[in-house]
T-cell receptor, first 115, second 115 residues
Framework: GAGVSQSPSNKVTEKGKDVELRCDPI?????LYWYRQSLGQGLEFLIY????????KSGLPSDRFSAERTGGSVSTLTIQRTQQEDSAVYLC?????????????FGPGTRLTVT | AQKITQTQPGMFVQEKEAVTLDCTYD???????LFWYKQPSSGEMIFLIY??????QNATEGRYSLNFQKARKSANLVISASQLGDSAMYFC????????????FGSGTRLQVQP
């Protein structure tokens, strides 16, 4: 079956612009996660959605970052007024449930470059 | 707070030999999961193996096995019969089952398999 998909694969934007990153999880997976991978910080958790519960936003680095998940499926991560330190690979992952022993399955990522 | 430590930034192994990638963790939770992911140069995060904190047997998945020593808080990955395609970054990760449900990652180990 299809894996986690993300779009765009690459995004170059000017400092100060808003960007939207999209994630389409594996069908039937109720849990969805956003992570960020950058050279200086490694892999960092950003936000977590589980079913219809309120999202865990504890990893978002600032109020410029927000995410939503529509209909329990597709998720969009929005970064407003982008800064150069936002440059990173943004990874989306999904899993069957929050304690699934089969791990989280990752998409290919979106490489964001802020110039 | 949970923490994952990977002390080997880089490792070399000869093709067909076994290699052990080290991972230690710190948590005050009794229930948690430990994961290993592979990230080739293409960037995708590939789930390899999972070990639950209450699992008595070490996890195995094909050529991958996890050497779980709970008292020492270590979860080393053993790759047997290394192949050239095993060259990649390897990340150890932990998920606490009672708190934040996201993965906390180590800094990774870059494995290079030599012919």
């Amino acid at each position: 079956g299809a894996g986690v998909s993300q779009s765009p694969s690459n995004k170059v934007t000017e400092k100060g612009k808003d960007v939207e990153l999209r994630c389409d999880p594996i069908s039937g997976h109720t849990a969805l996660y956003w992570y960020r991978q950058s050279l200086g910080q490694g892999l960092e958790f950003l936000i977590y959605f589980q079913g219809n519960s309120a999202p865990d936003k504890s990893g978002l680095p600032s109020d410029r970052f927000s995410a939503e998940r529509t209909g329990g499926s597709v998720s969009t991560l929005t970064i407003q007024r982008t800064q150069q330190e936002d440059s990173a690979v943004y990874l989306c992952a999904s899993s069957l449930g929050r304690t699934s022993g089969k791990g989280q399955y990752f998409g290919p990522g979106t490489r964001l470059t802020v110039t | 707070a949970q923490k994952i430590t990977q002390t080997q930034p880089g490792m070399f192994v000869q093709e067909k030999e076994a290699v052990t990638l080290d991972c230690t963790y710190d948590t005050s939770d009794q229930s948690y999961g430990l994961f290993w992911y592979k990230q080739p140069s293409s960037g995708e995060m590939i789930f390899l193996i999972y070990q639950g904190s209450y699992d008595e047997q070490n996890a195995t998945e094909g050529r991958y096995s996890l050497n779980f020593q709970k008292a020492r808080k270590s979860a080393n990955l053993v790759i047997s019969a290394s192949q050239l395609g095993d060259s990649a970054m390897y990340f150890c990760a932990m998920r606490e089952d009672t708190g934040r449900r996201a993965l906390t990652f180590g800094s990774g180990t870059r494995l290079q398999v030599q012919p």
